[in-house]
């Protein structure tokens, strides 16, 4: 079986998918459980996955779906204080909530406590209340942003504008908050994407201060600002941005070497009128999975090093014991997504 940390699904009106078509995609591909994300806004409370209501509503589209796929949910967080506190008492009453979720940036969607003060706040706070669960944070500095260089003429004016020295320094900061707040819990840095920022994850577990991990994404191990070279290469736009050939080599050998704790899909589908037309950020990932793990067996990547990124470490940082399902693995469900994002790089 293999889990899936980070995913999009969707849903509430997003025409790009549904949790119910998520979910059989995932099983599809010999996912067993996926991890939602909360930067998804609620059709009534027009607000994202941050209080009892949009868990509630959202955990119960999951529960209708009828999956054997575990469905895991994030409670996002905000600068509010009241608001940090129900999340933990989220956290503590519901067992399909795995964690909480913290956008040091603006991302896709208005989620996000970007200000230096604010997430001192949610560290605070989050001590206060004794959370001892698992942190995930999107880690790019937005005030170290050239928002000025984005051209959606030339995408990989995307990478310059959000360029690797925002991720590193967004490491840097929350790893200092965490360690200056005593927080309890564990820090997990989503979807890392530079060599320097895995660096600063190693350090962190040296001092062994604060229990951290970091998890690598398919598009930053694989795909490099190479493919900003191909046909409508808009689609590529994703955040944190594709980063240079030698970086995502370094990434690679890092999550094989096992500095990088595990694989994370960031599944996030979108139209492919929306890619084009408004140039959002996220690829679709699901539907590759499995050609995902045969192109990193090509890159030398073992069944059980495989077993360790998809599987056991995931279980090991989020303190679960999910068991074995029988999943109804096969079927071709990529024709529903906007488009590949491997396929150039299958031999021929």
């Given at each position: 079986m293999?889990?899936?940390p ?5 849903d ?12 059989m995609?995932?099983?599809?591909q ?11 806004n609620h ?9 009892t209501?949009?868990?509630a509503d959202?955990l119960?589209?999951?529960?209708r ?6 469905y ?6 905000t600068?509010?204080?009241?608001q940090?506190q129900?999340a ?9 909530v ?8 603006e ?6 406590v ?19 669960g698992?942190l995930?944070v ?10 000025e260089f ?6 990989k004016s995307?990478?310059?504008?959000r ?10 900061d929350?790893i200092?908050?965490?360690t200056n ?15 320097y920022s895995v660096?600063l994850v ?14 690598a994404t ?5 795909l490099?600002t190479?493919a ?7 689609k590529?736009?994703?955040n944190?941005?594709?980063r240079?050939p030698?970086?995502?080599e ?5 999550l094989?070497?096992g500095?990088v ?5 960031d ?14 950020s996220g690829l ?17 990547f ?7 990124i ?17 999943l109804?693995i ?8 906007c488009?590949?994002?491997?396929t ?5």
């Amino acid at each position: 079986m293999h889990i899936d940390p980070h995913v999009h699904l969707r849903d509430w009106g997003n025409k790009a998918e549904s949790i119910d078509h998520g979910l059989m995609v995932a099983e599809s591909q010999g996912i067993g459980a996926v991890f939602d994300m909360p930067n998804v806004n609620h059709p009534e409370t027009k607000q994202p996955i941050i209080s009892t209501k949009e868990v509630a509503d959202r955990l119960t589209l999951a529960f209708r779906a009828n999956s054997p796929v575990f469905y895991g949910l994030y409670v996002g967080l905000t600068a509010d204080r009241a608001q940090i506190q129900e999340a933990v008492e989220i956290y503590n009453h519901f067992p399909n909530v795995i964690g909480l979720k913290l956008f040091a940036c603006e991302s896709v969607g208005d989620l996000k406590v970007d200000k230096e003060d604010e997430q001192d706040l949610v560290y605070r706070t989050l001590s206060e209340e004794r959370f001892d669960g698992v942190l995930a944070v999107h880690c790019e500095k937005e005030s170290l942003m050239k928002p000025e260089f984005w051209n959606p003429k030339r995408p990989k004016s995307h990478s310059e504008a959000r360029p690797s020295f925002t991720e590193s320094f967004s490491v840097n900061d929350q790893i200092q908050k965490a360690t200056n707040n005593n927080f309890p819990g564990h820090l997990h840095i989503a979807h890392i994407s530079v060599p320097y920022s895995v660096e600063l994850v190693k350090e962190a577990k040296k001092d062994n201060k604060i229990r951290i991990s970091c998890g690598a994404t398919p598009q930053h191990i694989l795909l490099d600002t190479e493919a900003y070279k191909l046909r409508r290469s808009i689609k590529y736009k994703v955040n944190p941005p594709l980063r240079g050939p030698k970086q995502a080599e370094k990434m690679l050998d890092y999550l094989l070497h096992g500095d990088v704790d595990y694989l994370e899909s960031d599944h996030a589908p979108h139209t492919l009128k929306d890619k084009i037309k408004k140039h959002m950020s996220g690829l679709p990932n699901l539907p590759y999975f499995q050609l995902i793990l045969s192109l990193l067996r090509e890159r030398g990547f073992t069944d059980e090093r495989i077993d360790e990124i998809t599987n056991t470490k995931i279980q090991e940082i989020f303190g679960l014991n999910l068991p074995e399902k029988k999943l109804n693995i096969g079927g071709d469900y990529s024709k529903d997504y906007c488009f590949n994002p491997y396929t150039h790089l299958i031999k021929k």
